[in-house]
């Protein structure tokens, strides 16, 4: 790939290789036997928001849009950034050599027809490229596990999320502009502490593409494993209520709030590599515009992941019934043993012995002979 796109003394222009790779994509997509899917070709790469975002990282890791790219920092860029970026080559040759053999590496996204404000099915949007390119796992299905049209709150937040146990996709768009998330691979439970692994990352993806992934071992600390948590009643001390990425329960790296406004997004934590969130690296709060979840994986794993969040609903729709039924059966205990009757009549002896009270025979009301003063200071 950098061969075909050399210029002098040995480099390459960011937007030629990116271009060529998209291309490439696009060849491996029309050429795979087993897909239907048409995959457009946007002619000028400026107008593409989604290479342009590759194009500008890559140009960024050398110094500038104008700086010529050396194979070390493409094969740097691409190691750590976007290790799938030349897969599309690989899968053509064997769509090319061996069609019959069904082992691609480079698949873009499948939606399923599914609707969304991030992506378009019509594949003419080259987000989906720089999605594929950012992990082998985006090369596949993608189910829609939550989206605003589900309800654009917290709540319906946490009830698709939790218990749901295959790897997701969060992407989230600030009013303020920018477009970043987060890949996990845990499943999602609430929980009082930090858990998940190092499978997982943040990354940003406008306005210029950003991989966070988690630090190297020998630069870890103590704090270098707070990967996720869910915490909606925040029952530990300090911990704040909401969903966290990263940094300490009393101040995530990426934190989004019960009412989606006053979010955090920091530059810097003890378990991803540093960097900007955000449109610009100043900003630390943010509200969401919109926000969506993907659920990835291959059939099998996503059917078996929506069975997980559908037994958890089950459960806690279980235990909202327990509760209920408890209330009410300690409202009719207290009922039955006069405790309710008591209290909600007891006003009635105490104000009867009080001199200063007139009690009506006209549906109990009460009168007061007491003139009331002003209390000075």
């Known amino acids: 790939l950098f061969g075909c796109c050399q210029q002098e003394k040995g480099s390459v222009n960011a937007g030629q290789i990116i271009d060529l790779c998209y291309r490439l994509g696009a060849a491996s997509n029309a050429l795979c036997p087993y897909t239907d899917r048409e995959f457009g070709i946007t002619d000028n790469v400026s107008y593409s928001r989604g290479l342009e975002s590759l194009v500008d990282s890559l140009a960024n890791e050398e110094g500038g849009a104008s700086v010529p790219i050396r194979i070390k ?99 989230i768009k600030a009013v303020s502009g920018g477009v970043f998330g987060a890949f996990t691979t845990s499943q999602w439970r609430e929980s009082p502490s930090f858990y998940g692994n190092s499978d997982m990352f943040l990354f940003r993806l406008e306005p210029q593409l950003k991989v966070f992934r988690p630090i190297e071992e020998a630069k870890q600390t103590k704090l270098s494993k707070n990967y996720m948590y869910f915490n909606s009643r925040a029952t530990a001390k300090g911990a704040v209520n909401g969903l966290g990425f990263g940094g300490t329960m009393e101040k995530p790296r990426l934190f989004i709030s019960e009412t989606f406004e006053g979010c955090e997004a920091g530059t810097f ?88 009270i007139n009690i009506s025979s006209n549906a109990g009301a009460y009168s007061s002979d007491v003139e009331v003063s002003r209390c000075e200071a």
């Open 73 to 171: 920092t493409f094969l740097d860029w691409a190691d750590n950034t976007a290790p799938m970026i030349a897969s599309p080559l690989e899968t053509f040759m064997e769509s090319l050599l061996f069609a019959s053999i069904n082992r691609a590496t480079f698949q873009l996204p499948d939606l399923q027809g599914q609707p969304s404000v991030f992506f378009d099915e019509n594949l003419s949007c080259s987000r989906l490229f720089e999605i594929s390119s950012l992990a082998p796992c985006f090369c596949g299905k993608f189910q829609r596990v939550f989206s605003p049209s589900d309800g654009f709150c917290f709540n319906r937040l946490q009830h698709s999320l939790l218990g749901y146990s295959g790897p997701t996709l969060m992407i």
């Open 269 to 356: 934590d003890y378990t991803f590599e540093p960097g900007p969130l955000l449109a610009s690296e100043w900003d630390r709060y943010f509200d969401i515009e919109d926000i969506e979840v993907w659920g990835i994986g291959t059939e099998e794993i996503l059917s078996d992941a929506l069975k997980q969040r559908n037994q958890q609903q089950g459960i806690t729709a279980s235990n909202a019934r327990k509760a209920q039924m408890v209330d009410k059966s300690a409202l009719l205990c207290d009922f039955s043993a006069g405790f309710m009757e008591n209290k909600m009549f007891s006003h009635q002896a105490h104000v009867s012995q009080r001199t200063d």
